[in-house]
């Protein structure tokens, strides 16, 4: 008999119930309480619960998320799809569900969508050491623990970037995960990008003329991730289209071949809404509900929309931050490389030196401060455009109103006091 064997043995002899030893294991020691010794199993098992130590050996993810949280509810979906594949081929996989809820209603409501284990709603005294353990600071989250007591912060990552290629979450798989990646990325072309094997155009406003993707080479393209239902998409739209225009104008006006290009990639739901989404728009998309998009979208790991990714002439990717860089910059931010930025931040950081250090804003009563990155700035959302911003800005250092320098509504002191505080 060889070492393993003997491991092999051990393992046995814990799952097959020598008490005292399960009683201490890792499992038990986090996920029961002084009287109990089990989880609630799902709703629709018969059995309403499971031993804890049915656990050992499995791989475990330790899911806090609330229902009341759409982020939540928008990963518990994914989380769903990749554990039900899991258990459908047979993978040694368990997920502990650790509720944020508000209350039982709220709690059993939630818990009736998971095909997963649950820790009752009403031992606050282990959700709260777990929370504590594992510094959970924001919902959803995602630990997951490893049969050799290692332990994975980043689940909830690892779940949207990788789905069930994620399993078994070890070290390896995960840098075998890495590799591939890198080695996509530095492969890719817009050909590899955009077509599929059955399609290798991109329709044009008129909806019926195709354009092959083979005509983008050698132009600078954003690939616009956006759909009609989300309002973030509203505001921003209109905003690209604007300076969509403007830099295919002055490219026009320098000559020389050089060319810029929008892709629409719809996340709307249906034909209709992408319809009239995309009639408002002058550049040109991929078909509505392509299976390219999903691709695309976990390849760039789009997290959140509007988003705009930009691939240089050479088909390679510039940056995902088209979205801030045209907020931040408008048109100049073209061609968005970090030669480009260079150049821009230290414009801006002269230009900075120029504006008054504080101001008042037509929109806010106290006085506005001029912050930088250095300097008690840092990212934040404009309360006059609500768009992103970072680096320089006007801030109440009261009560935290922040704008862009370029947001920036000047008034006198008295006319900004009689602005209802907000
Ligand atoms: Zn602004
Ligand atoms: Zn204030």
């Known amino acids: 008999m060889d070492l393993d ?6 393992v046995q002899a814990l799952t097959n119930g020598d008490p005292e030893k399960i009683s201490t294991s890792r499992f038990s020691s986090l996920l029961a309480s002084k009287d109990r010794d089990y989880l609630l199993s799902s709703t629709t098992q018969d059995d ?11 791989a475990i993810g330790l899911y806090f998320s609330a229902n009341w949280y759409p982020p939540c509810r928008n990963f518990n979906e994914v989380l769903i799809g ?49 929370n504590r353990k594992f510094e959970v600071e924001g919902i959803p989250y995602l630990i997951i623990l490893q049969p050799d007591g290692s332990t994975l912060h980043d689940g909830v990552e690892l779940i949207y970037r990788y789905g069930i290629e ?58 616009y991730f ?9 505001k921003f739209t209109p905003k690209l289209i604007s300076i ?14 050089e060319d810029f290009e929008i892709v629409f990639v719809s996340n709307d739901r ?42 240089d002439p050479d088909g390679k990717t510039v940056t995902k931050q088209g979205r801030n860089l045209i907020n931040l910059y408008q048109e100049n931010a073209y061609p968005f490389t970090c030669a480009k930025l260079e150049l821009l931040e230290k414009e801006m ?17 106290h006085e506005l401060t001029l912050v930088s990155e250095g300097n008690g700035g840092g990212p934040f959302i404009c309360c006059d455009c609500d768009e992103q911003g970072s680096g320089w800005a006007y801030q109440c250092l009261g009560c935290g109103y922040e704008v862009h320098p370029r947001c920036m509504r000047a008034v006198d002191p008295a006319t900004a006091a009689s602005v209802q505080h907000t």
């Not at 064997?5 to 051990?10: A, C």
């Not at 309403?48 to 499995?58: A, N």
């Not at 809820?101 to 997963?116: G, I």
């Open 226 to 234: 956006s759909a009609q239902w989300c309002i973030p998409c509203a």
């Open 349 to 365: 950081e002269e230009e900075a030196k120029r504006l008054p250090r504080s101001n008042y804003h037509a929109g806010h009563r």
């Open 5 to 10: 064997d003997n491991s092999r043995n051990l």
């Open 82 to 130: 990749v554990y039900e594949q899991l258990k459908s081929n047979g993978s040694n996989f368990e997920i502990v569900f650790v509720s944020s809820d508000e209350d039982l209603s709220a709690f059993n409501s939630y818990r009736e969508s998971m095909p997963w284990l649950s820790i009752p709603f009403s031992d606050l005294e282990t959700k709260k050491a777990l």
């Open 270 to 311: 249906d034909q209709s809404s992408f319809d009239s989404y995309y009639g408002t728009m002058p550049w040109l998309a991929l078909p509505s509900g392509d299976p390219i998009i999903r691709t695309l979208a976990k390849y760039f790991d789009v997290q959140g929309i509007p988003c705009l990714i930009i691939i």
């Open 166 to 223: 994620a399993f078994p979450f070890t070290e390896e798989k995960l840098e075998e995960l890495r590799r591939e990646e890198r080695i996509k990325h530095e492969s890719q072309t817009l050909t590899n990008l955009l077509t599929n094997p059955g399609r290798d155009y991109l329709l044009d406003q008129t909806m019926a003329r195709k354009v092959p993707v083979d005509s983008l080479i050698g132009k600078t393209v954003g690939l």
């Open 244 to 257: 969509y225009h403007k830099i295919k104008r002055s490219l026009e006006g320098k000559g020389g071949g």
């Open 48 to 58: 309403q619960q499971v031993k804890i130590s049915d656990l050992e050996g499995k």
